[in-house]
Structures are given as structure tokens and as C-alpha cells.
């Protein structure tokens, strides 16, 4: 009987093994499209759900969308802690306040886009990917054409526009 449950274990072990690289070459296979294969690759197979999530186009997918998201919270935690500064000049606190805003609305929007994948909307996801995508250049506007260019921040916005170009690339191979 202890044979039997370690053969057993064993199988359980090696199928796992081998769906999971069914998943990462499935994952490898969407990447190869984006614009920065590394961060596309990265930031969905680090995600924790991917492991036992990502069985199809659609739930890689909502993943990227996940990680754009949480890119998102990270980033307007990080211009909530920035504006707690109370020695913020007007000019940077008014760009800050704006990209405060952006941030808000793209995770609004990236929520929206989850909701639409479950649906299986891919047009509705395009649209709110593409939403997403405009708020946060509307931030780098902001901070280009006025006072507060904060380097973190516009790095921040760099990888934020990757991570949902690189959804909106799955979205588009899934239509």
C-alpha cells in the first residue's frame, strides 16, 4: 500500500510538473508578441495565481490584467505617500493630485476589463485597457509639461503602460 501512495504521489507530482510547463510555455508563447518580452513573462508568472490559474488565453489574461492592476494600487500608494508631504510646492502638489486621480481611474478601469474577460467581452476589455492606458498618459503629461517631474513616478508610469500594452496584445490575440 505504501508503494501504491508513493507511485500515486509520484504521478500527482510529474502531471503537475507537466501542466505547469504546459502553462509557462502557453505564457512564453503570448510573451513572444509584447513589446518587452521579460516584463510581460515576469510579471504574469510571478504572479501567485498563475501557477494553478493560468490554464488558458483567457485566464493568462486576466492575470496580466491582475499585475497591471497591482502595479496600479503600488503606484497610487506611492503618490498618496508623496502627497502627505507637507512641504510639497503648489505645482507639484497639483500634478500629483492629477495623477492621484489617473491612477484611481486606470484601476477602475483594469477591474472593468477583469469583469469584461469573465464575460468574455473581448471588445469591452480593448476599451477599458485602452481607458487605462489614456489616464495614465494623461499623468505623464502632467509631468512632463508642468512643475513635479518626479523620476520615480514617471518610471512607475512606463511600467504601468507596458503591463497593460502587454494585456491589451493578449487581448488582441485572443480575438
Known sequence: MK???GVLFLCIVLLSSIAGN???DMISDL???SDDPK???SSITSRPESGEFAGTSNQIEIIAISAASANASATSSYIKKKLSNEDLEPAI???LEDCQKNYQDAVEQLDDSISAMLADAHAD???WLRAAISAIESCG???DSRAGNDAELSLRNKVFLKLCKNALMINKMLT
Open 3 to 5: 508503494q501504491f501512495a
Open 22 to 24: 504546459a502553462n509557462s
Open 31 to 33: 510573451c513572444k508578441h
Open 39 to 41: 516584463l510581460c513573462l
Open 93 to 95: 502638489e497639483d500634478t
Open 125 to 127: 476589455v480593448d476599451v
Open 141 to 143: 503629461s502632467a509631468l
